[in-house]
């Protein structure tokens, strides 16, 4: 979600959409929404991401979507392409997940994609950018706020 849609209020007749919410915990940013239409229910999200010059790292869920995570790299190839990988899990097998197999999964997700991207892209100055320190703590808060908005799922 970006920082226009994060801090968007949206109307539908005499409904306002909440508020969104957000924590950091160093490079990264957990936010959720409980409606973006103002009806209650309707349209829930939250997104775990860290973004910076080189890219993003995102774990995101919509109301009646599956979790999705990706990566993307802008640029990172010699060929000026962008490294971009991702996977999604249906919502009900994310809650099979406690919030540490959560971290654990995540953390090995983004470890392995960063080191692909290494690998492939030749130029890793600008991966440096990506910090993992503070993601179990972003990935604990994401699965609270998913496991809340999708009623557990």
Known sequence: M????????????????SMPTGERY???????????SGVD????????TQENAAGALRVRWDEGRPVRISVKIESCYPDDEDFYQYYSIPTALWHVLSPGEVADRLEADFGTWLKQARLGCGETARLELFKMAGLRSAARDFASRLRYLSGGR
């Open 26 to 36: 160093g490079a990264w940013h957990v936010v959720s929404i409980t409606s973006m």
């Open 2 to 17: 970006g920082a226009a849609a994060a801090s968007a209020l949206l109307v539908t007749g005499d409904a306002v959409a």
């Open 41 to 48: 229910g309707n349209d829930a999200a939250a997104v775990l």
